[in-house]
């Protein structure tokens, strides 16, 4: 029987051995102060679990920052259960290094991230410049992902609070 946080398609983190111990490293170094030894391309997130109320922390990687706007550009699959308390309450805080922000999480749908990573937005990540760069069929002649290859992409927009020094 698997629990709602772990009823996506890939098998949940392991919770046992070396590779539990590896998945749950970042989050420890970020709770006892290490986390600028992660760089600037990480962040712990601060979230409340939709269904108990609890204050959860997932460490997740950044795909791209923008410092004018105070935007973090983060990449998930809809079943993350990390995605799923934002969906529910976007307001939240995140750790980067050893400074914590206020933000607004904003899920970019389809539209919306489709700009962001091809580039009609005013800034789009290297991230997706590079995507945009790969070789294949452009335009409409690509072919529609197919339903059985698991879940989507999807991206989140974390908006820091006006006010507030940003790294």
């Keep these: ?7 996506g ?3 949940p983190l392991p919770r046992d051995g070396w590779r539990g111990w590896l998945a749950r490293l970042p989050v420890a170094l970020y709770r006892v102060g ?4 992660l760089g600037r391309h990480h962040l712990l997130l601060h979230h409340t679990d939709r269904s108990s109320g609890d204050i959860r922390h997932t460490a997740l990687k950044v795909m791209a920052y ?22 529910a309450l976007p307001l939240t805080t995140i750790q980067v290094r050893n400074r914590h922000y206020a933000v607004t999480a904003h899920l970019l749908h389809d539209d919306e991230a489709e700009k962001t990573m091809t580039g009609t937005s005013p800034q789009p990540p290297r991230a997706g410049r590079r995507l945009r760069r790969t ?11 197919d339903p059985g290859a698991g879940p989507s992409l999807t991206l989140v927009r974390l908006d820091a609070a006006p006010g507030q020094r940003l790294p």
Excluded: F, I
């Design 135 to 145: 070789p294949g069929p452009p335009g409409p002649d690509v072919a529609p992902a």
């Design 34 to 37: 290490l986390g600028p030894v």
């Design 66 to 87: 923008d410092a004018k706007r105070g935007h973090w550009l983060l990449a998930s699959t809809p079943d993350a259960a990390w995605y799923q308390d934002l969906d």
């Design 9 to 11: 398609l890939r098998a």
């Design 1 to 7: 029987m698997t629990s709602a946080r772990n009823s």
